[in-house]
């Protein structure tokens, strides 16, 4: 059984267009994120939900918009999407273990904006 | 910033030596998970040590953390060819919400 899954794996698309990217967990997960990581592997936070609300949002420009209907989804829609903005994509889910959060991160989704 | 850096960004080993890599950081945790990442896939977790403990062991893992250093430590003994992957450290603050990873370190074990 999927933990975690995303779709789509793979987007590609034009500068100036706006995407969705879905997420979805079915470890009973209370809390979900939202990761990016750049062409250097390096891997940064930009959202957290909680029970469905925002607790977490790093700085990350207005375009990005997370959404979760409900606490098993967390959706990002990006607006007017730029080069900049090619990454890999990682929704991630997590359950207080004994002593902090263990992630449980989905497979990814390769975002290509030309 | 608050992020993780693996120390070396990349590493390759022969099949049955021992890899051994490191995690630099800059603010107090309340815990530090080491994570490994197969190529075109998700991360996934391997193991997790609190700020109160030194050491600890998972099959062929070993992890250890020094807090006075803020570094810690990930040891895979006996290395297999599957072991080739990219590992990283994260670290998570005292509010446990947030988590710091860094770029991590590509290993590569030849078989």
């Known amino acids: 059984d999927t933990a975690v899954s995303q779709t789509p794996k793979y987007l590609v698309t034009q500068m100036g267009n706006d995407k969705s990217i879905k997420c979805e967990q079915n470890l009973g997960h209370d809390t979900m994120y939202w990761y990016k990581q750049d062409s250097k592997k390096f891997l940064k936070i930009m959202f957290s939900y909680n029970n469905k609300e925002l607790i977490i949002n790093e700085t990350v420009p207005n375009r990005f918009s997370p959404k979760s209907p409900d606490k098993a989804h967390l959706n990002l829609h990006i607006n007017s999407l730029e080069l900049g903005d090619s990454a890999v994509y990682f929704c991630?889910?997590?359950?207080?273990?004994?002593?902090?959060?263990?992630?449980?991160f989905g497979p990814g989704t390769r975002l290509t904006v030309t | 910033s608050q992020q993780g850096e693996e120390d070396p960004q990349a590493l390759s080993i022969q099949e049955g030596e021992n890899a051994t890599m490191n995690c630099s950081y800059k603010?107090?945790?309340?815990?530090l998970q080491w994570y490994r990442q197969n190529s075109g896939r998700g991360l996934v977790h391997l193991i997790l040590?609190?700020?109160?403990?030194r050491e600890k062991h998972s099959g062929r893992l070993r992890v250890t953390l020094d807090t006075s250093k803020k570094s810690s430590s990930l040891l895979i003994t006996a290395s297999r060819a599957a072991d080739t992957a990219s590992y990283f450290c994260a670290t998570a603050a005292y509010n446990f919400n947030k988590f710091y990873f860094g770029s991590g370190t590509k290993l590569n074990v030849k078989p």
């Open positions: 991630a889910s997590s359950f207080p273990g004994t002593s902090g959060y263990e992630q449980y």
């Open positions: 603010t107090s945790i309340n815990n």
């Open positions: 040590i609190r700020s109160n403990e």
